[in-house]
């Protein structure tokens, strides 16, 4: 019923970039704070990126400041994850989840023990040369 698809994970060389998009149907995304995590294989997963229901407030991790841009079209139910200078390491499976309450700022805070009310399956982003 609450669905998020993320798309736009690719191969791409180290030095370039790649815009993922986190799509939702059967809600109205404008309700939720979005925040973006990503896994690399046999590491644990990591919180990347949040933005705000209204996108006034975002949260990036240390790792990608600078480097990644979140932003949102609530007229398109569509949140953005802009990612420029990629690194090897930046290699991971990239979702999206949804979370209604709280505001961004407390998503962010408890983004490993939060309870979210969706998640997208993933994409895959690859940095090698």
């Known amino acids: 019923q609450l669905q998020l698809v993320e798309s736009g994970g690719d191969y791409v060389q180290p030095g370039g970039s790649l815009r993922l998009s986190c799509v939702a149907s059967?809600?109205?995304?404008?309700?939720?704070?979005i925040i973006w995590f990503r896994q690399a294989r046999g590491k644990e997963r990591e919180g990347v990126s949040c933005i705000s229901k209204l996108g006034g407030v975002t949260n990036y991790a240390d790792s990608v400041k600078g480097r990644f841009t979140i932003s949102r079209d609530n007229a398109k139910n569509t949140v953005y994850l802009q990612m420029n200078s990629l690194k090897p390491e930046d290699t991971a499976i990239y979702y999206c989840?949804?979370?209604?309450?709280?505001?961004?700022?407390?998503?962010?805070?408890?983004?490993?023990?939060?309870?979210?009310?969706?998640w997208g399956r993933g994409t895959q982003v690859t940095v090698s040369s």
């Open positions: 059967g809600f109205t995304l404008d309700y939720y704070s």
């Open positions: 989840a949804a979370a209604r309450r709280g505001d961004s700022s407390y998503v962010w805070s408890n983004r490993d023990h939060f309870e979210y009310d969706s």
